[in-house]
């Protein structure tokens, strides 16, 4: 009895563990990179704008024709306002990295 209470622990535990992490991602008809930013608010994106330059941090607002990034990774603190007609590629991950 008390080998299954174990299991049934661990098997509970892995199934919580993989519902935090998981975070289905497809793109639907009628998508845009504004819905889709706006579906990543308050996560981490990568962005690559036209020029090639990349920029990641978390979507923090998003509107018609700007993004609002913040807490970037070894950039220091404030937030970049990004034009969406400028981005090239959306990279998101289901992780968090």
């Known amino acids: 009895m008390k080998y299954y209470v174990i299991a049934l622990f661990f098997l509970a ?3 919580l563990v993989n519902g935090a992490f998981a975070d289905d991602f497809t793109v639907k008809p ?3 990179v504004q819905k ?3 579906d990543w608010k ?4 990568k962005i690559r704008l036209a020029d090639g330059t990349e920029i990641t941090g978390k979507v923090c607002n998003v509107t018609s024709e700007v993004v ?4 970037f990774p070894n950039q220091g603190y404030g937030n970049r306002i990004v034009a969406i ?4 590629m959306l990279i998101v991950r289901p992780k968090e990295y």
């Open 13 to 15: 535990s892995l199934c």
């Open 85 to 88: 007609s400028e981005i090239a």
């Open 68 to 71: 609002e990034l913040g807490e």
């Open 42 to 45: 308050g996560k981490r994106v």
């Open 36 to 38: 889709i930013l706006g």
């Open 30 to 32: 009628g998508d845009t």
